[in-house]
Nanobody, 122 residues
Framework: QLQASGGGLVQAGGSLRLSCVAS????????MGWFRQTPGKEREFEAGIDWRGGSTGLADSMKGRFTISRDNAKNTLYLQMTSLKPEDTAVYYC?????????????????WGLGTQVTVSS
């Protein structure tokens, strides 16, 4: 019900925009989030947005570089990533929250996409 895309290989300092298309049922009244995961580590919160798009939250390491947004008419979530660093290399997952608000915990999400790989070369 969630399909993420837009990942790829980029050089350090470059930009990517991730997209996540969801079904209307899982998107329209739900907060949404982006998480990322690297091998051997738990999935980490990166960015979240409430159902209207009026409130967002970003992990500290993302502030000033990443922007989360949504287009409710298109049932699509975005993550604009700039000034990418090699440590941003990970699989990025989009998720739909159980509530309408921003949630930083994985347990707050009940629908997950398959993930898209982002690789940043130095």
């Amino acid at each position: 019900q969630l399909q993420a895309s837009g990942g790829g290989l980029v050089q350090a300092g470059g930009s990517l925009r991730l997209s996540c298309v969801a079904s209307r049922r899982t998107f329209s009244n739900n907060g949404m989030g982006w998480f990322r995961q690297t091998p051997g580590k738990e999935r980490e919160f990166e960015a979240g947005i409430d159902w209207r798009g009026g409130s967002t939250g970003l992990a500290d390491s993302m502030k000033g570089r990443f922007t989360i947004s949504r287009d409710n008419a298109k049932n699509t979530l975005y993550l604009q990533m700039t000034s990418l660093k090699p440590e941003d290399t990970a699989v990025y997952y989009c998720a739909a929250a159980r509530s309408a608000t921003v949630d930083v915990f994985t347990t707050g999400y009940n629908y997950w996409g398959l993930g898209t790989q982002v690789t940043v070369s130095s």
